[in-house]
């Protein structure tokens, strides 16, 4: 009965590599966001979308592309990877709507570039 | 620009006092909600609590409340009778609405709590 999902947990690779992260939630929620947590604990939003489509796009490197093929799901993946790009990865999502929206974790990817 | 700030990187509690968490935050929006979340060593970002902008009421849940003062602009998490799973980072985030739907969450840098026997 898991909310939101992420997989994988951990995901090591070399630089220049292409990679994906998969983001699922099962809350009936109409919007999803990506997050990225540094080595300091900073969590700034990345991407958000909003049935699909695309509502946010903070100031994020174009080799970072998400993909929501259902208000269900959030994909992303990152050509080119880069030592920078090590961190933990976090997806989220809320109902539309309302002035709570609590936005709910996935569990994070910690991707470690090497 | 909206902005959260955290002041106490970290904060040791006795197991089963009670511990209140800073938060100040910045904004020219009427309209905003501000939560925290708790972070435990295992990675995951746990909600805790809610409070709306317009809430006249403190928000509390179980032993987590939220000590609102809109004039300064604060808002602080009190973590009562403290246990040994509450040690984790907390962190104190702002929602500024968008118009195309949903919300952008702004992160305070957190504060590490250890409660201690």
């Known amino acids: 009965d898991t909310a939101v999902s992420q997989t994988p947990k951990y995901l090591v690779t070399q630089m220049g590599n292409d990679k994906s992260i998969k983001c699922e939630q099962n809350l009936g929620h109409d919007t999803m966001y990506w997050y990225k947590q540094d080595s300091k604990k900073f969590l700034k939003i990345m991407f958000s979308y909003n049935n699909k489509e695309l509502i946010i796009n903070e100031t994020v490197p174009n080799r970072f592309s998400p993909k929501s093929p259902d208000k269900a799901h959030l994909n992303l993946h990152i050509n080119s990877l880069e030592l920078g790009d090590s961190a933990v990865y976090f997806c989220a999502s809320s109902p539309a709507g309302g002035e709570a929206d609590t936005q709910y974790f996935g569990p994070g990817t910690r991707l470690t570039v090497l | 620009a909206q902005k959260i700030t955290q002041t106490q990187p970290g904060m040791f509690v006795q197991e089963k006092e009670a511990v209140t968490l800073d938060c100040t935050y910045d904004t020219s929006d009427q309209s905003y909600g501000l939560f925290w979340y708790k972070q435990p060593s295992s990675g995951e970002m746990i909600f805790l609590i809610y409070?709306?902008?317009?809430?006249?009421q403190n928000a509390t849940e179980g032993r987590y409340s939220l000590n609102f003062q809109k004039a300064r602009k604060s808002a602080n998490l009190v973590i009562s009778a403290s246990q040994l799973g509450d040690s984790a980072m907390y962190f104190c985030?702002?929602?500024?609405?968008?118009?195309?739907?949903?919300?952008?969450?702004?992160f305070g840098t957190g504060t590490q709590l250890k409660v201690e026997l």
């Open positions: 409070q709306g902008s317009y809430d006249e």
């Open positions: 985030a702002m929602r500024e609405g968008l118009t195309g739907g949903g919300n952008k969450l702004t």
